[in-house]
Structure formats: C-alpha cells, structure tokens
C-alpha cells in the first residue's frame, strides 16, 4: 500500500462479536496517540450497558470516546446519520492531530462510513408500515417477493431479517431497478484518510466458548434488572434496541415467555448465529490485515501494534 502522509491515516478494527474488539483498540490508542470511534449499534444508547458490552468508563485508561451512549432508546440511528456524525469525529480529531480508531462489529455502519451509502430513495413510512404488516402475518412473505423482483439482493439476505427485507423491497418499489443494482451505484466514499483494516478472526470454537460464557455472564450480573428498570421509566418493550440480542431474551422472561434458563440458551444461540454472519459480512471487505486470535492476546496486540505503528510511521 502506499502512503501519501499529506493524508491523515484513520485505524479500523474489525470483527466478530467476542473477539475483543475494545482491548485492542484501548491499546493502539493508547500507544498511538489516538480516539476511538464507536462502531457499534447498540453501544450508541446510553441505556443499555449490561447487553451492549460497553466498555466501563473507568476501564477506557482515560482515552476519549465518541458516539457512545449518544442516543436514548426511543432513537432510532440509521446507517447514513451514523455515518454523517461520525465523519463529523473524524474532521474533529484530524484538526486536533488525534489518530480516529474506528471499532466495532457492525458491519453496514463500516461501510457506510468509509465507503458512503449509494443514492436511494428516502424512506417511506406507509410502505414500510404496510410491509412490517405483511411479515406479522406471513414471515416468509418479504423474502420470496423479493426473490421475484430481486433475486441477487435476495440471496444476501436472511429471509428472517425482515428490517433489511423492508429496505430492500422499499427500494425495489420506489427507486425503479433492483435494490442491488441501486446499492451498487457510486457511493461517497472517504478520501481524506488512509485507512487501515486490522480484523480478528479467531478460532471459531474458541470464540463460541466465550460467547456462552459472555451470554452467562450478563444474565448472572443484572441483565434482565437492567431491562426491567429500562421499562419502569417507561419504554415501549418494542423499542428496536431492546430487540437486540440479551435484552430480547431478558424481555421474554420479563413477560413470562421463557424460563432464565431458556432465555440463557436462545441468547447463546442467537448470538453464536450473529458471530458467523459479522464474518461472513466483513470476509466481504477489501484490504484487512487478519489477525488469528483475539484482541486481548498480547501476541496479537503486538502484531497490530506493530502493523499499526509502522502505518502511522511511515
């Protein structure tokens, strides 16, 4: 790769869930003068703690973090107004000098960030309103309506994900062409960094085991409390960031659909599935420097630091 330094460098970190995505970001900050951007979904509510596996701020050694627990849960964040804010960060830490550390797992957020979101129709609340409608009645309903219209969009779509379904079919109907050939007009990418992608990929069974044991450990220390307080202030149970994983198990045991124990098994299930489609999505992206392992290893923190220092350096 080569470096023109008349552009700023801007650090990702990338990968599955449990892979220890903070612990090396708080460690290439901390060794390269840097900030961290939040990259994730959930850990942008400042409600949600437990589930969301913020990183506690007196564990972040006193390194400023930006786009975390910004929103209330009654928000809603869009992959485009995430992406305007936090190219707004990187303006912000660029005029200070400050290397942006972009981390998280959510992968569309990524990628409208770095590489913009093409031009689509806004969208339609009376269409999407109609359709969520439609997937209530008849789930898999979405899924083969797209397949008739647009079977490449469809084919990289879980026919259970009926909010990118909705999307889809929204552009399908109101932008005129395929929602695929639509997604794949030019975007506005970012040109005033040089980026670099550090993903962690490691061993699949090693990351189950601390998935189980992460999805025990929130149920052990106040999960289903944290949730039951967040609808005592008075939030609708179907708020789209409690639908999120744990705190969509801990709502069902709240409402006396599960058992703990059964609500305990579905989050350890749920949350394997999402580990493997986050690989399956960043696998997807260009130019990432894999690392086996996960990022509170020292070998691996060493490793990036050392891919990291020599971006940065040279």
């Not at 939040?38 to 972040?60: F, M, T, W």
């Not at 200070?96 to 969208?123: D, N, Q």
Request: glycine share 8%; with cysteine.
């Amino acid at each position: 790769m080569s470096l023109d330094r008349k552009v700023p460098p801007l650090l990702v970190v990338l990968g599955p869930t449990g892979a220890a995505k903070s612990d090396l970001s708080l460690i290439l900050a901390e060794k390269l003068h840097g900030e961290i951007i939040n990259c994730d979904s959930i850990q942008v509510y400042r409600e949600l703690h437990i589930g969301s596996a913020k990183v506690p701020v007196e564990a972040r050694r006193g390194i400023p973090h930006h786009l975390t627990g910004i929103l209330s849960i009654e928000e809603e964040l869009t992959a485009g107004a995430y992406a305007r804010m936090a190219r707004a960060v990187l303006s912000l830490l660029r005029s200070k000098g400050k290397l942006p550390v972009v981390v998280g797992g959510t992968g569309f957020y990524l990628r409208a960030l770095l590489h913009g979101l093409s031009p689509a129709p806004m969208r339609n609340p009376d269409l999407r309103a109609r359709l969520s409608g439609i997937a209530a009645r008849r789930p898999h309903a979405l899924h083969r309506f797209l397949r008739h219209r647009d079977p490449i969009g469809a084919s990289r779509i879980h026919p259970n994900d009926h909010q990118k379904l909705i999307r889809a079919i929204e552009l399908t109907i109101a932008g005129g062409a395929p929602a695929s050939t639509i997604q794949n007009r030019p975007r506005d990418s970012v040109k005033d960094f040089q980026v670099l992608k550090i993903g962690l990929a490691p061993d699949r069974k090693l990351l189950y085991e601390r998935l189980n044991h992460r999805a025990a450990w929130m149920f052990e220390h106040g999960l289903i409390d944290e949730t039951k307080a967040i609808l005592q202030v008075g939030y609708s149970p179907a708020a789209k960031p409690l639908r999120s994983l744990g705190y969509k198990q801990a709502l069902k045991v709240i409402a006396n659909q599960l058992t703990r124990e059964e609500a305990l098994r579905e989050c350890q299930t749920r949350t394997r599935q999402y580990a493997k489609r986050q690989m399956t999505w960043f696998r997807a992206e260009h130019d990432v420097h894999w690392l086996a392992g996960f990022g509170d290893e020292p070998r691996i923190q060493q490793q990036a630091l050392n891919i990291a220092g020599a971006f940065v350096s040279s």
